[in-house]
């Protein structure tokens, strides 16, 4: 018996929808989320991450990159 392939589904919202909630998920329990902040460097000193964007520099104990995998390899790549 041939099995067919799972259905896929999307977000009623779009997938942008699930970054809002996650988004605000993390905001709700005491975390700071920063968004439409391309990062432009990342690097890892003191026992923390320190993301340089277009008009900040963020220190941080725990990231999540959420732009494309070609992008993430390029911000990680001196950590690889």
Known sequence: ???????????S???GDLCHRIAAYLESNGH???TNSPAT????????WVIKTPN??????KI????PA?????????HC
Not at 2 to 10: A, E, G, M, N, R
Not at 41 to 48: C, E, L, P
Not at 56 to 61: G, N, V
């Open 1 to 11: 018996k041939t099995q067919s392939p799972p259905k896929l589904t999307s977000l």
């Open 13 to 15: 919202q779009g997938t």
């Open 32 to 34: 700071s989320v920063h």
């Open 41 to 48: 460097q990342i690097s890892y000193q003191n026992d923390q």
């Open 56 to 61: 900040q520099m963020i220190h941080a104990r």
């Open 64 to 67: 999540a990159l959420t732009c």
């Open 70 to 78: 070609r992008i993430q390899a390029q911000l990680l790549s001196s």
